[in-house]
């Protein structure tokens, strides 16, 4: 009896390794097959390619900024104010001469920061939100269309203005009026898609198998609306760097001396009319080119995440 059992164990032993393994050998080709996808779709778009690089640059200067500035951003130099583009300052200095290239290089950081934690905010919520609208009906989601509708009703940078103003000009609430006037296209945009699917077979299948609502929508309908959004996610990206410029640049966004695109645009706004054109043309470069990365990657990241795409 003893051998037997143990014979018996054995097996099982041997039958839950074959299973591990079969188990880690798909994974790794799933692995294998993405990466390979991905790398036929930016062989195939040089411009997805691109922009895939330039923002690759971007987030990198994002995350090594502090190391890789070649001055303190904030340190004045008087004696160098204003000075054009020369070999020890790249881009130039300020009207207090700190070293421009150094101020993007940080300001880099700040922008991104800004962007991707108000995005990332709204599309959470508004994904969840319009998700569980959508596949539900009745009176909440017809309350909730119409908040979505007042919202989108106001231009959104005046929205955006009035928020911070009444909220105070601090990041967090530039974060979350960023957030709010982001909201709606994913609410709307996860409402619309949730409902046309909310009907299909695999969803039906799925509460056959006693799913509940809960994980019908986080599980099975939110996972095939992510590749629909990720144009608008990508495009929102962009939105909310403007954004936080140009409420910094009207004076409602960060304040001075801290490094931001939208401060260093309107400070050397004054100087435009002498001709110090460098204050303006390289943190409005950089604004513009980090803008268009976010812009150009949209069509990349539907073909990479869209399963259709896939051949």
Known sequence: MNAAAQALKGRGRSFLAVRLESRMSSTATQRGGTLRHISFVLRGNPVTALAAAGLALVVLAALLAPWIAPYDPIASDVPQALQPPTAAHWAGTDQLGRDILSRIVMATRLDLFIAVTAVGLSFVVGAVVGGFCGYRGGRLDRWVGRIVDVLMA?????????????????????????????????????????????????????RACGEGHLAVVLRFLLPNVLPAMAVQISLNLGWAILNAAGLSFIGLGVQAPTPEWGIMVAEGAHFITTGKWWLVAFPGLALMLTVLFFNLLGDGLRDILDPRMRT
């Open 154 to 206: 106001f231009p959104l940078f005046v929205l955006a203005m009035a928020l911070v103003a009444a909220l105070g000009n601090r990041m967090e609430n530039i974060i979350i009026a960023t957030a709010i006037i982001n909201l709606p296209f994913y609410t709307r945009f996860a409402r619309a898609e949730v409902n046309v699917r909310r009907n299909a077979g695999w969803v039906e299948a799925a």
